[in-house]
């Protein structure tokens, strides 16, 4: 992954359009003159999550990646990258951002299409919650890590307060995951989870290509 990639996706997670409040920090900001919107959602209306058989974090990353593919109706199977980066073995995933490094080339899919995945990941918790928002209305799901393991983000849940000038405070209260292992949806709550547990986050873009453009 290019530096230039990597710092664009890094500036779209620390960039929050209107808020002012940090992931990871636990202390609140003051609301004196804010007007409460509570319990407001942003969902993936109809996810389409792939699970695997495999227990084992590489399988179930590469199951969580294709969940993330098939919402871009560009599945390729868990087991293509499973026996292109590990030879089909069932092991531990060492670098989540490695793998995205690995991922990001050329490829062609099973109907003609030619495209360039493009994956960026970004280590521990997200410092606004705003790109998670976006994502969710764009109906785009996120691959979350969360102690070591990989799910998929579904949904958001969160306090929303609105202040003079329209100022807007916005305050999380729930990630909603789907567990690729299982297919079981779980949650990441506040107060009761710790951000600093989330080891980071995967998106993927995709862009057509036309053949001369493939190298």
């Known amino acids: 992954m290019s530096r230039h990639r990597r710092t664009i996706f890094c500036l779209l997670l620390c960039t929050a359009a209107a808020s002012v409040f940090a992931f990871p920090e636990k202390k609140k ?6 007007q409460l919107k509570p319990d407001q959602q942003a969902v993936i209306e109809r996810p389409q999550i792939v ?29 293509y990258q499973i026996l292109r980066l590990y030879g089909g073995l069932c092991t531990e995933v060492k670098s989540y951002s490695e793998l995205a490094d690995k991922i990001s080339h050329e490829y062609v899919l099973d109907d003609g299409r030619r495209v360039l995945l493009q994956a960026v990941y970004s280590a521990g918790p997200p410092v606004y919650i705003d790109p998670l928002i976006v994502a969710m209305r764009e109906q785009r799901p996120l691959m979350v890590v969360w102690k070591a393991h990989a799910y998929v983000l579904t949904g958001i849940t969160y306090d929303e307060y609105i202040g003079p000038n329209n100022a807007r405070i916005l305050e999380l209260k729930e990630l909603k995951l789907a567990d690729p292992s299982t297919g079981e949806p779980i949650s990441f709550l506040r107060p009761r989870d710790d951000p600093q547990e989330i080891n980071g986050m995967m998106d993927v873009t995709l862009k057509p290509l036309a053949l001369y453009q493939m190298r």
């Open 51 to 79: 699970t695997t058989q495999r227990q084992c974090e590489n399988w179930i990353w590469a199951a969580a990646l294709d969940s993330l593919l098939k919402s871009k109706q560009s599945a390729m199977g868990p087991e």
């Open 29 to 34: 900001p003051p609301r004196i003159g804010y």
